[in-house]
């Protein structure tokens, strides 16, 4: 089975007062985040993300977006 990588990349504000961007690209999909300052674009997508599957007891997935 082939490995896929994520990907993250911060995007500077084009103009004074707007966010930055932390756009996260996986197999999953994507994920863009808006944020005040670059040392917070910097630590969000410096962070690694787990994705946890629960069970419950009969069986059927619980935590799965649908």
């Known amino acids: ?3 896929h990588k ?3 990349a911060i995007y500077h504000p ?6 930055y961007l ?5 197999p999953d999909g994507v994920d ?6 670059k040392e917070e674009a ?3 997508a410096s962070k690694k993300t787990l994705k946890v599957l629960v069970r ?3 069986g059927e997935n619980s935590g ?3």
């Open 1 to 3: 089975m082939a490995k």
């Open 42 to 44: 910097r630590i969000l």
């Open 22 to 26: 932390v756009v996260t690209v996986s």
């Open 32 to 37: 863009v985040t808006a944020v005040s300052s």
């Open 6 to 8: 994520t990907k993250t």
């Open 64 to 66: 799965e977006r649908g």
């Open 14 to 19: 084009p103009k004074s007062g707007m966010p």
């Open 56 to 58: 419950d007891e009969t």
